[in-house]
């Protein structure tokens, strides 16, 4: 039943009704229900996003009963299939058109090896502008109890919050627009079965079982491992842990939420009162605050600006470009920079001298260890190359050390490495944001030899080996600004 043929166009409005008797309202997903009844109640048009897939097919057919067809149905050419695509489309709008339902073909144009994350985004910011337009607030989605365990498998191998692992939602929030995926309790299978016994046509995209994909490889290899596995009804389970997972999670939402109020101050963040809540609460408040300024950022990020508060340092995290969290008088503040920091000529300096540099910051060369002192630190986990770098104290045969801007020819191998690269290559990969690169200082022997970049590990060159007595301590204090 996966190629469209005309016979299968049949009495397909009978076979909504006899396909609605076998999943009635009362067994789509309870969360779903209120948001369904309102919206048929006070005739809101209900849009229906559909592939041409069995899942897609199954949601369309069972809302163009519930609503006496007046439902509108929106389908995207994504055209990465070619010919396939175009046929998927023009079956979607011959189905639509038997029962007399109307619909939008929209074409999306994206690259041929384009990757599940640019399809799916692509895909939202067409329908939202879509739906805007149409004055429409309800989208319908087919999702179904299988897109549960494998949403859960594969946000689980990316270290998902409680957010993430109760994903897709029954209902869910984008602006304006409301996704409603009430087919969330029937699975996979039972859609297949019923459409096939019903006779009702569907699609099938090719692309589904291409190994390509992740999803794709945990539905075919994972998800039936996984089913011979237990010895009771998994989807079941799953569909079980998704609810529990997503009314904790709302519950959470609730105590962020005032945990916020009180963390607050103008556009910062208080962090005596942040670290009052526990770690998931410390989260969730930095979340809402970094999404208030609509800025991007990870749970990685979130985590690191949590480990990073009691160290004191001022710059908590980098989140990329030129965007700074910092900490100072007590507060978390975002930092943006919207100046390119001009580069600066050389500088020297002595053991034991401060050096300042035009932004502030400063650099300092002490002599006085040894390298047990050294080995303690390192033993201890205590040396961080954003700050300090030691190097071997025999290969300095002078006590003039000058600082300055990179240059475009400069090479540095730092330690550990095969060979060196390029300063400005390095920075790249390092991810220093291009407006800051100027201002980190190049420290350098007499002879021009670069002993340290803050950020990196000390040069391979001057590297402490068994033969090193005496070492030599590189500090670097970032500009308080």
């Not at 409301?178 to 019903?198: D, G, M, Q, W, Y």
Request: hydrophobic letters at 35%; glycine letters at 6%; proline letters at 4%.
């Amino acid at each position: 039943m996966e190629e469209s043929s005309h016979k299968n166009f049949r009495n397909l409005s009978s076979k909504a009704e006899a396909l609605y008797s076998l999943f009635p309202f009362e067994s789509w997903h309870y969360r779903t229900k209120e948001e369904l009844s309102s919206a048929r109640l006070e005739k809101n048009q209900l849009v229906v996003s559909c592939s041409g897939g069995a899942d897609s097919i199954f949601s369309l057919l069972l809302i163009h009963h519930f609503l006496s067809g007046s439902q509108h149905c929106i389908h995207i050419n994504h055209g990465v299939r070619g010919k396939n695509s175009d046929e998927d489309a023009s079956f979607v709008k011959e189905f639509c058109d038997k029962i007399n339902c109307e619909s939008s073909i929209l074409s999306l144009q994206v690259p041929v090896d384009s990757n599940e994350g640019l399809l799916r985004d692509k895909r939202m910011q067409i329908l939202r502008v879509k739906l805007e337009r149409m004055g429409a607030r309800f989208l319908i989605q087919g999702h179904q109890k299988d897109d549960i365990a494998e949403s859960f498998l594969w946000r689980l191998s990316r270290g998902a919050s409680p957010s993430g692992l109760c994903s897709p939602k029954p209902v869910q929030k984008h602006g304006d627009t409301i996704f409603l995926r009430p087919f969330l309790t029937v699975s996979r299978a039972e859609i297949r079965n019923c459409l096939k016994e019903l006779a009702i046509p569907w699609r099938e995209d090719e692309t589904n079982s291409s190994p390509r994909y992740l999803r794709n490889r945990i539905r075919a290899q994972v998800l039936p491992q996984w089913k011979s596995c237990i010895d009771r009804e998994l989807l079941k389970g799953v569909e079980s842990s998704r609810d529990l997972i997503e009314e904790q999670n709302d519950a959470m939402q609730v105590w962020i939420l005032d945990a916020y109020k009180h963390c607050i101050k103008g556009k910062d963040l208080s962090i005596e009162e942040l670290q009052k809540q526990p770690f998931a609460v410390q989260r969730g408040v930095l979340a809402e605050w970094l999404s208030g300024s609509n800025i991007h950022f990870t749970h990685q990020n979130l985590s690191e600006i949590i480990k990073q508060i009691p160290n004191k340092n001022k710059i908590l995290l980098n989140l990329g470009g030129n965007i700074w969290v910092v900490q100072g008088s007590g507060l978390i503040k975002l930092q943006i920079a919207d100046e390119e920091r001009k580069a600066f000529r050389a500088n020297f300096f002595t053991y034991n001298s401060v050096l300042f540099l035009p932004d502030q910051s400063n650099l300092k060369v002490s002599k006085q260890f040894t390298q047990n002192d050294f080995g303690i630190l390192k033993k201890q986990k205590k040396i961080d190359s954003r700050f300090e770098a030691w190097i071997c104290s025999g290969k300095i045969r002078n006590g003039i050390f000058m600082a300055r801007s990179k240059n475009e020819d400069d090479r540095y191998q730092k330690l550990g490495s095969e060979g060196s690269k390029k300063v400005a290559k390095l920075m790249i990969d390092q991810k220093i944001p291009s407006y800051t690169r100027n201002s980190v200082p190049l420290i350098l022997n007499h002879l021009g030899d670069i002993l340290w970049i803050p950020g990196f590990p000390p040069s391979e060159t001057f590297r402490i080996d068994h033969n090193s007595t005496k070492v030599i301590r590189l500090t670097y204090s970032p500009s308080p600004a």
